[in-house]
């Protein structure tokens, strides 16, 4: 599968950007979808999964203010951000791994599109 990211910018703290994940070759159903940030000088960090059970998780961090969905006719993943803070500032990448199983580790995932910067604002 490949995977494409986009929707990333900058906004003040407080606003809100969604991210999204077009996917081609298989459907994002057949996959455990996942949201990454990686921030300067930090490790890659997970922010949301889904799997193809839709099974959703997300990072502590972004909790009641961050929403992945999935859109199985568009073979689209989402992640819609609100109330974004500075330290949400990273470059997000989407991946997709073949299983059933969240997994948080960057390692686990297969495929990965490339990243769209998010820029917040204090």
């Known amino acids: 599968v490949q995977l494409q990211a986009s929707g990333g910018g900058l906004v003040q703290a407080g606003g809100s950007l969604r991210l999204s994940c077009a996917a081609s070759?298989?459907?994002?159903?057949?996959?455990?979808m996942a949201w990454f940030r990686q921030a300067p000088g930090k490790e890659r960090e997970r922010v949301a999964t889904?799997?193809?059970?839709?099974?959703?998780t997300y990072a502590d961090s972004v909790k009641g203010r961050f929403t992945i969905s999935r859109d199985n006719i568009k073979n689209t993943v989402h992640l819609q951000m609100n109330s974004l803070k500075p330290d949400d500032t990273a470059v997000y990448s989407c991946?997709?791994?073949?299983?059933?199983?969240?997994?948080?580790?960057?390692?686990?995932?297969?495929?990965w599109g490339q990243g769209t910067q998010v820029t917040v604002s204090s």
């Open positions: 070759g298989r459907a994002v159903g057949s996959y455990v």
């Open positions: 889904i799997t193809s059970g839709s099974i959703i």
């Open positions: 991946a997709a791994r073949l299983g059933r199983d969240t997994d948080y580790r960057p390692s686990a995932y297969d495929y």
